[in-house]
């Protein structure tokens, strides 16, 4: 009996330990739930800033590509965005497809060249299309001629840049 007692006693500690290191399983849910939340409230505060009489386009708009934001782990990020932003700023995605289509095809998959390839199918319907494929193709395509590491970022400040010029433009067409 007296030598089952440290068996014991290291049992009760390994419980008590596991026991602990739930704990952490428990912070990071919280901090999941914590990031969905400010991620809805910061949904919820775009949506505030549509225009009074948007159309359903112009909200899922604003809904569907908030601001992107740098990630503090991954150095460049913001430069990756910023870049992005700037790559396709003032363009349409057509434009953007044709400038950086020479760099980005030999990098592109054969089934995402195939969707590029019909962009300007995709462009026509962007002024009804609420996931802007057109946008979202034409930020592949400038994404694809990034560094790996940065590739998301670069899409991500190309296809805001494209969606909010594509807003600009139903804007002055809702006040015409």
């Not at 007296?2 to 739930?22: E, K, M």
């Not at 912070?27 to 400010?38: D, K």
Request: positive net charge; aromatic residues 6%.
């Amino acid at each position: 009996m007296r030598q089952s007692a440290p068996l014991l006693a290291l049992a009760a500690i390994l419980l008590l330990a596991a026991g602990c290191g739930q704990g952490g399983t428990d912070s990071t849910h919280l901090e999941e739930a914590a990031a969905r939340r400010a991620e809805e409230r910061e949904r919820r505060e775009l949506a505030t800033r549509v225009p009074n009489g948007a159309s359903h386009l112009l909200r899922a708009l604003y809904a569907s590509f908030p601001p992107p934001k740098p990630d503090p782990i991954v150095r460049g990020s913001a430069r990756g965005i910023g870049a992005g932003k700037r790559a396709c700023a003032e363009r349409t995605p057509l434009q953007v497809k044709r400038r950086y289509w020479a760099a980005a095809a030999p990098r592109l998959l054969a089934a995402q060249r195939r969707l590029v390839e019909r962009l300007g199918r995709y462009e026509r319907l962007s002024s009804r299309d609420r996931s802007f494929a057109a946008g979202q193709l034409a930020a592949t395509v400038y994404a694809a001629t990034l560094p790996e590491a940065l590739a998301r970022y670069g899409f991500q400040g190309c296809v805001y840049a494209l969606a909010r010029r594509l807003e600009r433009r139903l804007e002055a067409t809702r006040h015409r």
